[in-house]
């Protein structure tokens, strides 16, 4: 049963002629309001991971629910069609159930809340936020258990409720999730800094509404998004072709040895409409790896992937929704099914980015990027101090940003929006450790014409025995490069312990146990590089030596000869790049740096110090209910061809 | 006698302000600026200033200058190629900054990086370190050192910057670093960030430290020259310099810490605003300073500017204090533009400078510009010469405007106001950002447009937020030198103190604050301020323990004493509450405490316009056809010399002065008081009673939030 909605005011809206000035008005109006709901969760909130990282995403809709400002697309239809209630003035929604919602949000961390904007009685908008809390109970701190099988060990999951009933807080409701936290005061700050941004957007909409007339308002919104629609049209008939394109990236493992796991699609244009069909996605995850991947925000990566690719100035919204379609297989990585636990789920997310490049770019490989920082790598360290008081740190780190057409990537950056990193100086006057090494990795970015960014270096000094926690991926395959450009180098991490032994850790492991003075020395991964890398030129090459970010050895991936004092030897850097253009075969499009997962696989213990992981296999039950489901669809598509 | 001046150096004129500091009697001047030289052109302009005045020069004993030296050697990245030391494994501070990609999701993909201040070729590692607690954790290997600042040697630089690890809570290893770089590199300046802004955040302390680096050299050269040439003319006189924070560096101060300048050229315009605005009785005011690329606008709260503890200059952003002003790239040379796919009308950020500028100045430039749409709308009427003497060009400014018109399909003049009204909503939300978003209600604010194209605008700007009256005051060229020549000298001392209250005391941080007093205090009594004259002002930053926000919240002393930290942690709730609709049940947390000290301001007599009827016919020069508010109309054109005090203008109405153009639309009236002013009133205008409770009325309170943070509390620690 999808959600009823109750309005006093039964007057429908008239859709009236706007002109654009008006249009464009009310455009940068809903913007600021959009910045302004940023501007007031940052300052209150209390997670780090929302207020110095930004993992959250504020969103504006029209009264049908489709996204006008934000970054993610819209949530309210995928909410509604899972509440089974009303909707009435005053009222604010929570959940933090990603299978309610149909993955509206994907980890039961994301809290998220709506409300509807009522003006005279009837909605006149939505506004929605999420954000990331550091944690919401379960197995482990942080909640988010690489071991975990089912999502009831991810940690307490809010199915949708209406947390505030006509303007008034539901207490007890709070009191109950707030007691299964770690870190109650945090939640409940995050949660009152969402309501107030929430609040925020209501009032700047019907200030809006007030200035120009309801039905203004309303008809500017679906001009918005109408003129959304035209432009990516346009953008679709001139970059998707009918011919099918396909691509296919990995997760390298699932933490329980099982890896890597295929993400394949395809991708083609039938007269206006963009198909993308995840076909050949390998089968879901007995662990938390899993992502469910709601449709319509996969639109949304989608389409502004290709607005910034061929014309940033255009506004990104929910107006281009039916010229997509997205198919993605029950039972697979990127649709599992219930209870299969979702909460490491940042891994496949990023990697979308990099197919999305893939895909895109075959058509068009001058507008293509490389394989970048298509992750959010989490460590987590926590404990008890000295004084017996808990203390829990979640981080989220970066890596090398893709080399692209435009130039290098940066050295050590987020692909997340808004995300920054927490100041050392703030770490360690709040944690009981010490940053020793902050710095990128020379040559560890994509030789290209355009260098991929290097990867991240932490030194993490423990100063309290503790447990730490390590999310990341890209340790056996590589960040590809493209057009020419080589991949970037993998990611690391070595444990020094303090009694001077050393251990290499798996790239995705929970419940590692430290003491004081042990050494974590966490290496993130580098970009992948945009072309060849032989057109770089020369003294470029030589000021990233100068400046330390690539090595003398490195230099020579560009083919250039570096003299001691540091300058170009310009007739040895000739030499040696006839040599290699003559020696290397054509140009590749996309070079991963394995030529198939078993060539991978068999170097894999000589090259990263672990053995290699088992391929990857169906749950018995999910492949069960995978099954009925698609014979359900099957019987339903039938059924409606008949009709 | 004795005479102070004014004196700000803008891209086309140089304004100066001379005051007889006894009689507070005025003169103003205006001379072309001379950007090989920039004194040169003062010193014409001080000639003359002083002929007008009847004076020799020599009676001048201070000078207040507002200066966009440090600012544009950022933007235009001519700064001095600077070296950097920092601590053992973060060599990339500034290659890493923070890690953050503008532009949303997807951004990244267009983001290409600017390379940092200080070269990293130039970044050398000393093998240190404190901890955050201010311990010794590593003694410094100062053989080690020494021999990397020999490398710097052969790199050329022409500044240093030493910013350590935690230097914030012990700065004995960056002063032993500067003393070794001292003797290595001798005659080379070292900035310390201990000493530039001592306060936690090690990319923050270490770009703002850099950034004074980057235009020391530059700024020491400047200041020495015009102080120099000054000294011909007027033997003795003590030059200050304007800080982006409003208040008045000395000359030596000034060169020495320049990072506090790069505001220092609009926070004259603040200031003179703020002045004019009090004497007219409008202590409550949002400025807006249009200029050919920019606008910058600032909140003015009781007759005091919002100060805000970073400055943002292109793309760089340091830890210095600054009077809150945001800019938006919204200017007369904005260029208005449709793009193909999307068929929108959008204007900027996109300019075309004082080069080619504007298609009405007939130097090369065809894009339409606001400019060009003001000209279209008969704003700028056929006889106004910008600056004196630079005509018009009609015909190229429709022609640049039609290409638009041409786009969207209306017509030149709808797409001319089309270009205004987009340009007004740019601008507003700028206004937006120092106002809504800080929790004040714009309605409770007058507005004040200035800058040569500012009150073209500030009726329509009004109009939207509700902000009146708008005053458009005289002169509006000149009121950045009047900012100038009334700023009292000023200076403040900051440190970073993380402590929660339950660890601290109100005595220790009592202590603190007369530390910080007194430092600051020793600057501006070298300036021969007395000591009995010092105004001093406490300040400490605050939020609930765990937030990442700080609010700054003012202290008085003797509440201190008497009510403890309660004084600092009541005032920090209501704050809050204001702010974000909340206040928590936490514990509060010092973050930083601060001091700043003042000395007198100077009176100013203004000159006071004979008193009039209402009737403004002897003002009225031409008529202009217009269109305004999608209507053709017939304007007025009036010219400001001769409008006296009690003059009513109604709207539909253009007042005309030598730099400035003044835009009264219909249904408005514009009154003129005794200082000259126009305040502009919608006709049928009501004050709005009881601001207060409106204000609060717009705010809905967040219903009983507080209760369950009490239930929340306990199990956090999670024993068992």
């Known amino acids: 049963m999808p959600a009823t909605i109750v309005q006093r005011n039964k007057k429908a809206f008239k859709k009236t002629k706007v002109d654009t000035v008006t249009i464009d008005i009310i455009e940068s109006a809903l913007r600021n309001a959009r910045y302004e709901m940023d501007t007031v969760l940052f300052r209150t909130a209390m997670s780090p991971g929302i207020r110095e990282q930004h993992d959250e995403f504020p969103m504006i809709a029209n009264t049908e629910g489709k996204m006008v400002v934000g970054q993610f697309g819209s949530f309210i239809w995928g909410f509604m069609d899972g509440y089974d209630g009303t909707v009435e003035e005053g009222d604010i929604f929570l959940t933090s159930d990603p299978y309610s919602v149909n993955g509206a949000i994907s980890h039961a961390n994301d809290w998220l809340m709506l409300m509807p904007i009522y003006r005279d009685g009837r909605i006149i908008a939505w506004s929605a936020m999420f954000g990331h809390m550091t944690d919401v109970g379960g197995k482990v701190p942080g909640s988010l258990p690489t071991d975990g099988t089912t999502i009831y060990e991810d940690g307490l999951v809010i199915p949708p409720i209406k947390i505030f009933k006509a303007g008034v807080l539901n207490e007890d409701v709070l009191r109950v999730v707030l007691h299964n936290c770690r870190l109650p005061q945090w939640n409940l700050s995050d949660f009152n800094a969402i309501t107030a941004a929430l609040r925020t957007a209501s009032a700047r909409c019907i200030e809006i509404a007030e200035r120009f007339g309801d039905d203004v308002f309303y008809s500017a919104m679906d001009a918005m998004l109408e003129r959304n629609k035209r432009a990516m049209k346009a953008l679709i008939r001139q970059n998707v072709p009918e011919k099918k394109q396909h691509f296919e990236d990995y997760i390298c493992d699932d933490g329980l040895n099982l890896g890597p796991y295929r993400i394949r699609c395809s991708m083609w244009r039938e007269g206006d409409k963009c198909i993308f069909d995840f076909s050949g996605t390998d089968p879901q995850s007995m662990s938390s790896i899993n992502f469910l991947l709601n449709e319509e925000m996969f639109k949304m990566f989608a389409g502004i992937y290709m607005i910034m690719v061929f014309d940033p100035q255009i506004l990104f919204n929910d107006g281009f929704y039916d010229l997509m379609e997205v198919r993605i297989p029950a039972g697979s990585l990127l649709k599992p099914l219930k209870p299969a636990a979702l909460s490491c789920r940042t891994h496949a997310l990023g990697r979308i980015f990099d197919i999305l490049a893939g895909l895109l770019g075959q058509g068009n490989p001058d507008f293509m990027c490389g394989a970048g920082f298509s992750d959010s790598p989490h460590f987590m360290y926590s404990g008890y101090d000295k004084n017996g008081e808990w203390y829990q740190l979640y981080q989220i780190t970066f890596g090398g940003i893709p080399g692209k057409p435009f130039g290098d990537g940066p050295d050590g950056h987020s692909l997340w929006p808004s995300f920054t990193n927490v100041p050392n100086e703030f770490l360690e006057s709040y944690f009981p450790l010490r940053i020793d090494i902050y710095e990128t990795i020379a040559d560890t970015g994509g030789a290209g014409k355009n260098r991929g960014g290097n990867g991240l270096r932490i030194g993490y000094r423990f100063l309290e025995p503790g447990e730490i926690s390590i999310h990341d991926d890209r340790w056996l395959t590589y960040p590809w490069g493209a057009n020419g450009g080589e991949p970037g180098v993998r990611s690391r991490k070595l444990l020094q312990r303090a009694d001077g032994t050393e251990e290499l850790l798996p790239s995705k492991i929970d419940h590692v146990k430290v003491e004081a003075n042990d050494l974590l020395i966490a290496d993130t991964w580098g970009g992948g590089g945009w072309g060849d890398p032989l057109e770089r030129p020369a003294e470029q090459v030589a000021f990233d030596v100068e400046a330390g970010l690539v090595t003398v050895g490195g230099a020579r991936r560009y083919g250039v000869v570096i003299k001691a004092d540091g300058t170009v030897d310009e007739a040895a850097t000739k030499t040696l790049r006839t040599d290699m253009a003559k020696k290397r075969g054509p140009k590749k499009i996309f070079d991963r740096g394995f030529d198939s997962i078993e060539e991978l696989k068999a170097r894999c213990k000589a090259e990263t110090g672990f053995d290699p992981p088992a391929t990857p296999r169906f749950t018995k039950w999910a492949a069960v209910a995978a099954a009925a489901l698609e014979k359900k669809a099957a019987k339903e598509k039938k059924g409606a061809k008949a009709a | 006698m004795s005479y102070r001046l004014g004196v700000d150096v803008g891209g086309t004129f140089t304004d100066l302000l001379l005051v007889n500091e006894k009689s507070g009697q005025t003169w103003s001047a205006k001379v072309p600026s001379t950007p090989a030289d920039q004194s040169v052109g003062v010193l014409t302009g001080i000639r003359k200033v002083c002929e007008r005045a009847g004076i020799d020069p020599k009676q001048i004993d201070h000078v207040m200058h507002g200066t966009t030296v440090a600012t544009n050697t950022v933007l235009t990245g001519t700064g001095a190629r600077c070296g950097l030391v920092t601590t053992k494994g973060y060599r990339q501070v500034l290659q890493i900054a923070r890690s953050y990609v503008p532009g949303g999701l997807g951004g990244w993909i267009i983001y290409n990086k600017s390379l940092p201040m200080a070269p990293l070729a130039c970044t050398i590692e000393a093998d240190e370190r404190v901890s955050a607690k201010g311990e010794v954790v590593r003694v410094l290997d100062e053989k080690a050192l020494r021999q990397s600042l020999r490398t710097l040697k052969s790199k050329n630089i022409e500044a240093l910057t030493v910013s350590l690890i935690n230097s914030f809570a012990n700065d004995s290893h960056e002063k032993r670093v500067r003393e070794i770089a001292l003797e290595e590199l001798p005659g080379t300046p070292v900035s310390i960030s201990s000493e530039v802004v001592p306060e936690m955040q090690e990319y923050e302390r270490t770009v703002t430290t850099v950034a004074n680096s980057y235009v020391r050299p530059r700024v020491d050269r400047y200041v020495k020259n015009l102080r120099a040439k000054l000294g011909e003319v007027a033997e003795g006189v003590k030059l200050h310099i304007l800080r982006s924070d409003g208040g008045l560096a000395s000359a030596s101060s000034a060169a020495e810490y320049p990072v506090n300048l790069l505001m220092s050229g609009p926070a004259g315009g603040v200031t003179g605003a703020l002045w004019v605005a009090v004497q007219a009785g409008f202590p409550n005011l949002l400025t807006v300073d249009v200029g050919g ?428």
């Open chain 2, 293 to 720: 690329t920019s606008t910058d606008v600032a909140l003015i709260r009781n007759g005091e500017a919002r100060l805000r503890r970073e400055t943002t200059v292109g793309d760089v952003t340091v830890r210095a204090s600054s009077v809150d002003i945001r800019t938006v790239g919204a200017g007369g040379g904005s260029i208005a533009h449709v793009p193909e796919l999307t068929k929108a009308l959008r204007v900027g950020p996109q300019s075309a400078g004082a080069d080619p500028g504007p298609a009405a100045y007939n130097r090369g430039g065809t894009e339409p510009t606001v400019a060009d749409a003001n000209i279209v709308l008969g704003y700028l009427p056929a006889m106004q010469k910008l600056g004196g003497d630079m005509v018009l060009n009609r015909e190229l400014a429709h022609a640049a405007v039609k290409k638009v018109a041409d786009g969207l399909g209306l017509s030149v003049k709808d797409a001319a106001l089309g270009i205004y009204n987009i340009v007004n909503e740019n601008m507003v939300g700028a206004l937006r950002l120092v106002s809504v978003e800080q929790g004040y209600d714009p309605r409770d604010y007058a507005l004040m447009g200035f800058g040569g194209a500012g009150p073209i605008h500030s009726n329509a700007l009004s109009r939207l937020l509700g902000s009146w009256p708008s005053i458009v005051p005289p002169g509006p060229g000149v009121l950045c030198a009047l900012g100038d020549a009334t700023t009292a000298v000023r200076d403040e001392r900051a440190r970073t103190y993380v402590r929660q209250f339950s660890l601290t005391s109100a005595k220790e941080v009592e202590k603190v604050l007369k530390e910080l007093a007194t430092d600051a205090s020793k600057g501006i009594e070298n300036e021969g301020v007395a000591k009995k004259d010092i105004r001093t002002t406490y300040q400490v930053d605050v939020r609930y323990r765990g937030q990442g926000l700080r609010l700054a919240v003012n202290i008085d002393l003797a509440d201190l004493q008497k009510r403890g930290l309660k004084a600092i942690s009541d005032q920090f709730d209501a704050e809050h509450e204001r702010l974000f609709t909340f206040a928590l049940d936490l514990e509060h947390e010092l973050v930083t405490l601060r001091a700043a000290v003042q000395g007198p301001g100077i009176k100013i007599k203004r000159t006071v316009l004979k008193k009039s009827g209402p009737d403004p016919k002897a003002a009225v020069v031409a008529k202009q056809k217009s269109y305004m508010d999608g209507k053709d109309v017939t304007a007025i054109v009036y010219d400001r010399a001769k409008l006296k005090a009690g003059n009513k203008i109604k709207g539909p109405a253009i007042v005309m002065e030598m730099d400035s153009t003044t835009v009264i639309l219909p249904k408005h009236t514009g009154t003129v008081d005794v200082y000259g002013n126009i305040l502009i009133y919608p006709d049928g205008y009501k004050a709005r009673k009881a601001p207060k409770a409106a204000a609060k009325a717009t705010r809905k309170p967040a219903p009983t939030a507080r209760k369950p943070a009490k239930a929340a509390r306990k199990p956090a620690k999670g024993k068992k």
